[in-house]
């Protein structure tokens, strides 16, 4: 070797190892914005919509032609930022389907955006990153057509390189369909997720394009193994390194300590096509991702040509074990842990469908007060905050595809688009997901209707296990004995079971099934409504439910009895109980959703009784518009059944809680039961201190109790429970004096000046006491001044027709809620005040920072 070439090869190195350096280092120095390719950027802002077809009104606008076309006149139409629900304002309509929330969700939503790429940027690979738009997208740029996908569910990518004009202004136009939609519940509707806009060099790690899974793991070290696809769109071939450097990461998504380095991939990249580049490397003294301790890590890859870093990509990951067994239940890092789940809808409320950091890491946070250890993204692929959140949190995800098949439950839901669509809705889901520590079960469906298909069925798992062979494939049988005497469900890896456990001994005997791990996939179905109590063997009233969480639908059972059949069954893996959060659409039992009808599919005596009664809710037209099935109310507000959870699911928690409340004024003398949830094992009643006496819970009986012969007096109820014979945790309610003044608690004292963040403000109406007075329903008008404005309000009423974004709203046993944000790019301070005739008023104050 001469100097001259010996000189160039010293070069080339100090080139590679100095861009490489300089990227490491840059990388732990800031919070990674986005996953995934570096040059990601926010394409949220800057929108037009225009809504056409059917209208909220229930009338039809004429869609024009042409408007894809860059020199359509867009100037009046509305401007906003995205995330975006159309259907959200409303108004509620009596009139229509209770199922999806009796909004005016159908219709046809155009939305365009101008934007300008840099000269600079000409040559390279732009992308258009969607996680999620309902439904039927169609996209263009520059009136040139893209391309399309329509499950409103899925995240996808659009590649405008072809149609972008670098240095001039571009145009680009999305048609969503919801009028050729159907749901079960309410969907939404509109860019209800966010979007991204990518650039990349021609050689760039392939969207999704990272594979990371960790075969071996001791506490000594973990092995963890990376696939990466790199994706060569220019002309030529081309040779890279692929490297890739491991980094701690912490909640904030910085990358901290540095804790390995792969071998280099040297890849050979044949012109227009992809090349999967595989490494390996040892963890020492690896940091366990589990419930309690979320530890995450982050990969970055750097493809490197002809010495320079061409594209940086990161992935987070987690490292730790997942076993489920048919007798030992599940085991996480070799541990067991009993699944303490919920099923949730994928809507926020009063926000609707459109996705907000902020509202979904409240409901995380409650759900992980309650004992809530596991989610269930019901019925379809979620928002990817989702699972970032539950990386973070420490919730394990049960990851849902379908609701439906070839066969529909309504006529125009997946089954249209089964045929073309599902695999490449399968394999976005699985390759979007998969390197998610959070992420222990896929799911190929819901109570769809072909759970007997033996070969549909082994069909969707092969795919599947195709694109991800380290996780098990389940599925929701609400028909697990025809599931199972068919044979389809061999084919799973976990029998998932909604409701119906009643031959679980039959099929813990058949060798099929011997070694197959059961799941309570959804579980009890209680109904209530919050501070609604109804006496004499009454449960359901006035459009409400009772709140002594007993009522449930035909093919439900109260939270007591679901935990006394798992207790029965302790080798069961847990349950995911419907649902952790009220939610739009499905107000059970006052629903004439036909759908219910396929919970009894083989059982003709129930169908033809349901059916009778759903025609009899159709004649008389229920004004609900939301759930009764939420342990916490639509508007984040806790119900009596949240303690029954808590006291379950975190039996080292002080636990103790009365009801009904003590304002019983038509009462006096009247039997009033009392029922007491608590984590204890003992308790004694008192009525104004005379002791009603001292109850014990008979183990895997008992989840409550009760002293059932009280009769009301008014005054204090105090309930001193105990464990193991010492005092454990105490409540009191008390009869209150008549309603005096407003109270506005919010749940962070400062937002940030951006659209993200939003302040959750609870209101409650009290005596003079302090107390929050039940059953007052005063309106209240809410106004603001300052740095903010309001988003939203709601009360937890599933038959309040109020818009949500009205300032004026009544309260609702006592309670109402106001959601406030920041304007954009301002700071100072956002006062809010709330207001009602004869009340003392309430006032509080936010920082935007």
């Not at 009462?667 to 094992?681: A, E, F, K, L, Q």
Request: glycine share 8%; with cysteine.
């Amino acid at each position: 070797m001469n100097l001259r070439s010996s000189f160039f090869r010293i070069t080339f190195l100090v080139l590679i190892l100095g861009i490489t350096g300089f990227s490491q280092v840059a990388a732990q120095s800031k919070p990674i914005l986005r996953m995934g390719s570096l040059n990601t950027v926010s394409f949220d802002q800057g929108w037009s919509f225009a809504r056409y077809g059917l209208q909220p009104d229930g009338t039809r606008k004429a869609e024009p032609e042409a408007m894809e076309a860059p020199a359509y006149h867009d100037a009046a139409w509305q401007k906003l930022q995205l995330p975006h629900d159309w259907a959200i304002t409303g108004p509620f309509r009596i009139e229509l389907d209770g199922s999806t929330g009796k909004l005016p969700w159908k219709g046809i939503g155009w939305y365009r955006k101008h934007f300008n790429v840099h000269l600079t940027d000409a040559g390279k690979q732009i992308f258009v990153d969607f996680d999620g738009a309902m439904a039927n997208a169609k996209i263009w740029l520059n009136g040139k057509y893209v391309g399309t996908w329509p499950y409103g569910y899925t995240s996808f990518r659009m590649d405008l390189t072809p149609y972008i004009l670098a240095g001039k202004e571009n145009v680009l136009a999305v048609r969503l369909d919801t009028e050729n939609w159907d749901s079960r519940w309410y969907p939404g509707a509109g860019i209800y997720r966010h979007v991204w806009l990518v650039k990349t060099n021609a050689v760039h790690v392939d969207h999704w394009g990272t594979s990371i899974t960790t075969p071996e793991i001791t506490d000594q070290k973990a092995a963890v193994n990376i696939a990466v696809t790199v994706s060569n769109q220019s002309k030529k071939n081309l040779n890279a390194i692929v490297r890739t450097t491991l980094f701690e990461l912490d909640a904030n998504n910085k990358p901290g300590r540095k804790v390995a380095a792969m071998k280099d991939a040297f890849v050979a990249l044949k012109a227009g096509q992809n090349t999967v580049a595989e490494s390996r490397v040892n963890v020492s003294n690896p940091k366990r991702w589990n419930i309690e301790t979320p530890n995450r890590y982050v990969a970055q890859t750097n493809v490197i040509v002809s010495g320079k870093i061409i594209d940086t990509y990161h992935t987070p990951f987690g490292i730790r074990t997942i076993e489920f067994t048919a007798r030992n239940g599940f085991l996480l890092n070799g541990k067991r842990l009993e699944i303490q789940g919920t099923c949730n809808h994928h809507d926020l409320g009063a926000l609707g469908a459109a996705m907000n950091l902020s509202a979904l890491t409240r409901q995380l946070k409650m759900l992980k007060e309650m004992g809530c250890n596991s989610l269930r993204t019901s019925h379809n692929p979620p928002a990817p905050e989702l699972l970032e959140l539950a990386d973070k949190m420490g919730f394990l995800v049960w990851d849902e595809a379908f609701d439906a098949w070839k066969k529909g439950k309504r006529k125009n839901d997946y089954n249209k688009l089964f045929d073309e669509w599902h695999d490449k809705d399968l394999t976005a889901l699985i390759r979007r997901d998969r390197n998610h520590p959070s992420v222990f079960i896929w799911s190929i469906g819901n109570e769809v209707m072909e759970q007997q298909d033996v070969k549909l069925t082994k069909h969707l798992v092969d795919i599947m296990h195709r694109e991800d062979p380290t996780r098990p494939v389940s599925n929701g049988y609400n028909d697990p004995d025809g599931g199972r005497n068919s044979g389809a469900a061999v084919a799973l890896d976990i029998m998932g079971v909604n409701y119906f456990f009643n031959q679980q001994p039959k099929w813990d005997a058949d060798p099929r099934y011997a070694n197959k791990p059961t799941l309570g996939s959804e579980t009890s179905s209680c109904v209530t409504s919050r501070g609604e109590y109804f006496f004499g063997g009454v449960e359901y009233k006035n459009w409400q439910i009772s709140s002594y969480d007993y009522a449930k639908p035909g093919w439900g059972c109260s939270p007591d009895e679901q935990f006394r059949t798992n207790a029965k069954y302790p080798h069961l893996l847990g349950e995911y109980v419907w649902t952790g959060f009220d939610y739009l659409g499905e107000p059970t039992p006052y629903n004439s959703d036909e759908t219910n009808l396929l919970n009894f599919r083989t059982d003709p005596n129930k169908q033809a009784e349901l059916e009778k009664q759903l025609k009899l809710i159709a004649e008389k037209s229920p004004p609900s518009r939301s759930s009764y099935f939420g342990i916490i109310d639509i508007a984040g507000f806790k119900k009596d059944r949240f303690y029954s959870y808590q006291s379950h699911w975190r039996p080292d928690f002080p636990v103790a809680h009365i009801f009904p409340h003590w304002n019983w004024a038509e009462r006096i003398d009247s039997i009033t039961p009392v029922h007491v949830y608590t984590s204890g094992d003992e308790a004694e009643l008192f009525l104004n201190g005379k002791s009603l006496g001292r109850k014990t819970k008979i183990a895997g009986q008992d989840f409550r109790l009760i002293w059932d012969q009280v009769k009301y007096t008014p005054g204090e109820l105090k309930v001193v429970c105990y464990k193991n014979g010492k005092q454990w945790a105490t409540d009191v309610v008390k009869t209150t004096a008549e309603m005096a003044k407003l109270t506005l608690s919010p749940d962070r004292p400062t937002i940030k000046a951006n659209e993200d963040e939003f302040c959750f403000i609870t209101l409650k109406v009290t005596d003079k006491n302090g107390l929050m007075v039940p059953r007052s329903n005063p309106d209240i008008h809410f106004s603001v001044e300052g740095a903010g404005e309001i988003v939203a309000t709601d009360n937890g009423d599933a038959t309040s027709f109020v818009s949500f974004q009205s300032h004026d709203r009544p309260a609702f046993n006592g309670m109402v809620l106001v959601i406030v944000k920041a304007k954009h790019g301002a700071k100072g301070t956002v006062t809010v005040k709330a207001m009602s005739n004869g009340l003392t008023a309430a006032t509080t104050r936010i920082q935007v920072q």
